[in-house]
Structure formats: structure tokens, C-alpha cells
């Protein structure tokens, strides 16, 4: 049981946009920054969201993140076929003193 | 470029302890933190603790406390995490990955290891 809560699964077409819910609470998104994994298959993960809002140096445009209140949210728009990964996102507890991840999110491009 | 390289596959019994290594490279080892995430096969990501290598000082996630050591040797710019008292739950990837901090001084991970499989089994 993740203390973030990801939907297991999304999907979209090539070209669409999709997006990817997380929800947590006052001790962790709602008081605290929102970051963003993706990890192809058989890969390590690569930080594609920091700090709620903010890509690392050679992350397309195409991801966005966003956080209101105690959920956040990554969008992909311009699907394509190599973003098909899971997707975990991850943000710092207070209470718990670490960080958390959500369960992840299996993304499949149809 | 900044790299992350860890340790091999290791296969351990019920009640053993491992120890993994991180080596780092291309940036100051003692300037970032070193954090240890895990995952089971078909699982989702699970964080251990993190370290600061430049004070040795770390912090571990509760379920972990007690069991878990993470320590360093700046000569060599190396990050070790050793878990003891294996059980078969522990079967995972352990990888270590580099925390940056923003603006409000929370933790992101912007650079990974490639991954360490420890199997534990009779």
C-alpha cells in the first residue's frame, strides 16, 4: 500500500494527451514538492519532473507537471510510442521523515 | 557526465547481511547526497534512506531502521548500503541515485545507478 495513490494504469493514442493523477495528503504534496519518474522497461528511472513544475535539462516540453492542493499531476501531450513506461511519483513526508513514491502508473501507447 | 555505478548480482541466504557499492563520477562525491531506493520484480519503487557523504551522517525509513547502514569512503567517492538479516522479502533491485535539493530544500534524485540484484533465497 503506497502512501501516494497512482492510477495502475493509462492510455492514449500517438499524438494525444494523457495524464497521470497523484494524490497524497497534508503531510507530503500538500505540504511539500512533487517529483516525477519515468522508467522504461528494464531501466533505472530518470527524473523527468522536479519540484512540482520543473524539467531537467533535455526533458521535452511535452511533460508537464502540476500540483493543487494534495494531488498532483504529470500530462504528456504529442504522445508517442517510446513514452510507454511506468510513471512514479514521489514527493517528501513530513511525518514519515523520507520520501514516498505512489504505486506507479503503467502507461500504454495504443 | 555524472555516473552512478554499482556493484554486481548478488545471491544471499535467509539471515545474511549484503553490502552494496555505488561508485560515483564526473562530480564532487561529498556535494550531494546518496539515496538508496528499491524494487521487486513487477513492484513499484520503494525508498530506504539517504546519506550525506561529506558528513557521513543518514537518515533511514522506518521500516528499515535497524537493519539497514549506509556509509561511504570519499578516497574512492563510493556509497555503500548494507542490509542484514535477509529475508525473501528483500528479493529486489537495489539502486542508489544522487538527491538534489530545490528551493524549499526537498529532495529530488537526478541521477541513478544502474541496479543491483540481490536474490535471497535457500
Known amino acids: 500500500q503506497s502512501v501516494l495513490t497512482q492510477p495502475p494504469s493509462a492510455s492514449g493514442t500517438p499524438g494525444q494527451r494523457v495524464t497521470i493523477s497523484c494524490s497524497g495528503s497534508?503531510?507530503?504534496?500538500?505540504?511539500?514538492?512533487v517529483n516525477w519518474y519515468q522508467q522504461l522497461p528494464g531501466t533505472a528511472p530518470k527524473l523527468l519532473i522536479y519540484?512540482?513544475?520543473q524539467r531537467p535539462s533535455g526533458v521535452p516540453d511535452r511533460f508537464s507537471g502540476s500540483k493543487s492542493g494534495t494531488s498532483a499531476s504529470l500530462a504528456i501531450s504529442g504522445l508517442q510510442s517510446e513514452d510507454e513506461a511506468d510513471y512514479y511519483c514521489?514527493?517528501?513526508?513530513?511525518?514519515?521523515?523520507?520520501?514516498?513514491f505512489g504505486g506507479g502508473t503503467k502507461l500504454t501507447v495504443l | 557526465q555524472v555516473q552512478l555505478v554499482q556493484s554486481g548480482a548478488e545471491v544471499k541466504k535467509p539471515g545474511a547481511s549484503v553490502k552494496v557499492s555505488c561508485k560515483a563520477s564526473?562530480?564532487?562525491?561529498?556535494?550531494?547526497?546518496i539515496n538508496w531506493v528499491r524494487q521487486a520484480t513487477g513492484q513499484g519503487l520503494e525508498w530506504m534512506g539517504w546519506?550525506?557523504?561529506?558528513?557521513?551522517?543518514?537518515g533511514y525509513a522506518q521500516k528499515f531502521r535497524g537493519r539497514v547502514t549506509m556509509t561511504r569512503n570519499t578516497s574512492i567517492s563510493t556509497a555503500y548500503m548494507e542490509l542484514s538479516s535477509l529475508r525473501s522479502e528483500d528479493t529486489a533491485v537495489y539502486y542508489c541515485?544522487?538527491?538534489?535539493?530545490?528551493?524549499?530544500?526537498?529532495?529530488?534524485?537526478?541521477?541513478w545507478g544502474q541496479g543491483t540484484l540481490v536474490t535471497v533465497s535457500s
Open positions: 519540484s512540482n513544475n
Open positions: 546519506m550525506n557523504p561529506n558528513s557521513g551522517y543518514s
Open positions: 541515485a544522487r538527491g538534489v535539493h530545490d528551493n524549499w530544500n526537498y529532495p529530488s534524485f537526478d541521477y
Open positions: 497534508s503531510s507530503n504534496i500538500g505540504s511539500t514538492s
Open positions: 564526473a562530480y564532487t562525491f561529498t556535494t550531494s547526497d
Open positions: 514521489a514527493s517528501w513526508d513530513d511525518s514519515l521523515i523520507g520520501v514516498v
